[in-house]
């Protein structure tokens, strides 16, 4: 870890250092070495399967823009997931023998270089891109950088080199517009990975929290302990996930490279295709552009097919994360709900009798989408699928909610946590709108008719104020706040929180 914290502050030297330096080329090339020395600390050889597969694309491209044709598509196609295939998806298949045999042994010493699955589909975005006549017509430096770009080379976002070739070929000099947006997404990263998703996976004491309810009650969960095991484990991996996409993105965004968004409040979704365009973003739209409406648009002419789409995509997505079993049953399970959505929209636009007020059926929408969204993160999450489908069914049997198996701090905190991430989206929507309508009186010029009334007026006092905190005091008030306000909580809870596991008496009887 020390190793490579040190490579970080090394980078970002050397970053500094680049865009110091006159010729765009010589920044390109101290960018591309300060990623591939980031990189080296998982290793060397980790690197060199970087740099080969880097190279095999660019080659491929090179043929793809010469002569487009579908075999050196096919290629390069191979090229990407054969490597993928052997690294990830091979092991799992050869544990599956006896423990001792030489597949069980050769399982064990493949080890998959980290980031592959994000830098192997940056590499196949461009092969589709230029079969899809895009024009792109990357140097190998410039190439190579896209493929090695240190923020985003071991956990993403995926990003696309139509995005990112300009920002490379430009290279625009800092500015403080950049230095303070990058910044503000950097804190808020921060908090969310390492104070929010830390807390909420190991507890406010190690053993209460969401890791301990997936590995160490085995098989004796309650009703509530499966919704709140779910609904937290969504959240857990919003805030590690997200908290890490933001830190990326603002860490580049201080050096004038605008990286793709990877979440945009998916709990506020309010239908499941909703959600799938605001979680994870990048992977996403990839299996979007490059599966889904190719797939969809070959067989259009059969009302069915797209139906058939949905589920190979998701299942697809599923199967990214990891050659599991619960991965792939988490797919094929999101398929299936985006089809029956589909569906009952195609039923609600034929009988008007479905229809509901606006408001009464937004908030039945959001509320059944965060309950079915829920439900996925408990396969995704479980040890094993007999695992989940046991989760699952507990959560629709009536006598498991009168049993109790996670310590009591964690059915104050996990709920806190999510209460008050719903309660901070809907203070700062109405802090936001606030804002809005006090810059528009301005422009307008009725900022005076607007004050005259006192509604008019506390809205735009309170825009003004939001407007000064957004502009001069952003970097330490809303962190220090919410830091703030969720250790006072824990700290007042912690006098008499419960460790021990304690199971709900009445089941006794």
Not at 89 to 113: H, N, V
Not at 353 to 366: A, D, E, K, V
Not at 389 to 398: Q, R, W
Request: aromatic letters at 16%; one cysteine or more; a positive charge.
């Amino acid at each position: 870890m020390i190793q490579v914290v040190g490579s970080i502050l090394v980078v970002l030297l050397l970053w500094v250092l680049a865009w110091h330096l006159p010729s765009v080329k010589w920044r390109q090339l101290l960018l591309l070495f300060a990623s591939y020395l980031f990189y080296a600390n998982w290793g060397i050889g980790f690197l060199a399967a970087l740099i080969i597969s880097s190279l095999l694309n660019y080659m491929c491209g090179s043929a793809l823009r010469r002569q487009v044709t579908t075999p050196r598509l096919w290629i390069g196609i191979a090229v990407n997931l054969l490597p993928l295939a052997f690294f990830k998806y091979l092991p799992p298949l050869l544990e599956l023998g006896p423990a001792g045999s030489w597949q069980y042994d050769l399982a064990r010493q493949i080890i998959m270089p980290v980031g592959m699955s994000f830098w192997t589909f940056q590499g196949l975005s461009y092969l589709f891109d230029i079969y899809l006549e895009e024009e792109l017509d990357p140097s190998l430096l410039e190439f190579c950088l896209y493929m090695a770009f240190w923020p985003t080379v071991v956990s993403g976002p995926v990003c696309r080199l139509p995005n990112m070739l300009p920002q490379f070929r430009q290279l625009s000099r800092i500015s403080w517009d950049d230095v303070s947006a990058g910044s503000r997404r950097l804190i808020q990263g921060i908090t969310m990975k390492f104070v929010l998703a830390q807390i909420l996976g190991s507890g406010w004491t190690p053993g209460e929290g969401i890791a301990a309810g997936f590995d160490q009650v085995k098989g004796g969960w309650g009703g509530v302990d499966v919704w709140l095991l779910g609904i937290g484990f969504g959240f857990l991996l919003f805030f590690d996930f997200a908290g890490y996409s933001h830190m990326v993105i603002g860490t580049a965004r201080v050096f004038a490279i605008r990286l793709p968004e990877n979440f945009d409040r998916p709990f506020l979704s309010t239908t499941p295709s909703v959600f799938w365009t605001r979680w994870h973003m990048s992977l996403s739209f990839w299996i979007r552009d490059y599966v889904f409406n190719p797939l969809a648009a070959a067989g259009r002419r059969y009302r069915w097919w797209p139906h058939v789409v949905f589920v190979i995509s998701m299942t697809l997505f599923g199967l990214w994360h990891g050659a599991k079993l619960t991965f792939i049953v988490f797919g094929v399970y999101h398929g299936l709900i985006l089809v029956m959505h589909r569906l009952g929209q195609q039923m609600r636009r034929r009988f008007s009798i479905l229809r509901r007020p606006h408001y009464l059926g937004h908030f039945l929408s959001w509320g059944t989408t965060f309950l079915l969204m829920s439900l996925g993160f408990i396969c995704f999450r479980a040890n094993t699928l007999s695992e989940a489908v046991s989760m699952c069914s507990t959560a629709f049997s009536p006598g498991a909610y009168r049993h109790f198996a996670m310590p009591r701090s964690f059915y104050i905190l996990t709920p806190a946590l999510v209460i008050g991430y719903f309660a901070l989206e809907a203070g700062q929507s109405l802090l936001l709108s606030w804002r809005l309508r006090y810059r528009q009186a301005l422009s307008e010029r009725t900022l005076a008719a607007q004050a005259l009334s006192p509604a008019g007026n506390f809205a735009l006092i309170m825009g003004a104020s939001v407007d000064f905190f957004g502009a001069r005091l952003w970097w330490w008030f809303a962190p220090v706040v919410s830091i703030l306000m969720v250790f006072a909580g824990l700290a007042m809870y912690k006098q008499s929180a419960v460790i021990a596991v304690t199971p709900f008496i009445y089941t006794l009887f």
